[in-house]
């Protein structure tokens, strides 16, 4: 189900700078008049920051959609980045904001081409875990 939601501009715009030109370590974007947009009031991860700085930026009460750029090591000593999107859906928030987000991130992923394949839904910090979204994410292809 499409909740009708529309991304703006301003999101692939970003994360194109993100993705080509390592302009920052994330991106926080949340639903506001029906859009999808940056929050420009969240700080917009500059290179380097690091994960657990960008899982403190995260609201405890309410949605969000993330992308990070996640450099992790692989088991063989292979260093490795990718482009993790992630959704941000606490379970203490509201249910009608839940059910927008989990209905409009479809559109969302989408347009951000060049994302991991393995997407984060996650609906408490622990979910968040660095270690577990490695695994997540050096799984998929």
Not at 114 to 132: F, N, P, R, T, W
Request: net charge neutral.
């Amino acid at each position: 189900m499409a909740s009708g939601v529309k991304v703006g501009k301003d999101v692939e715009k970003q994360f194109d700078e993100m993705k080509l030109g390592h302009t920052s370590s994330f991106i926080l974007m949340g639903i506001n008049n029906g859009a999808i947009e940056v929050m420009k009031n969240a700080k917009k991860g500059e290179e380097g920051t690091s994960y657990e700085e960008f899982v403190a930026d995260l609201p405890q009460d309410d949605c969000r959609y993330a992308v990070y750029d996640l450099g992790y090591t692989l088991k063989d000593g292979r260093e490795q980045e990718k482009l993790v999107f992630i959704a941000w859906c606490p379970d203490t928030a509201h249910v009608k904001k839940k059910m927008i987000y989990a209905s409009s991130k479809d559109a969302l992923v989408k347009k951000l081409k060049g994302v991991s394949q393995q997407l984060i839904q996650a609906s408490d910090y622990s979910d968040l875990e660095y270690k577990s979204v490695v695994e997540k994410v050096s799984m998929s292809k």
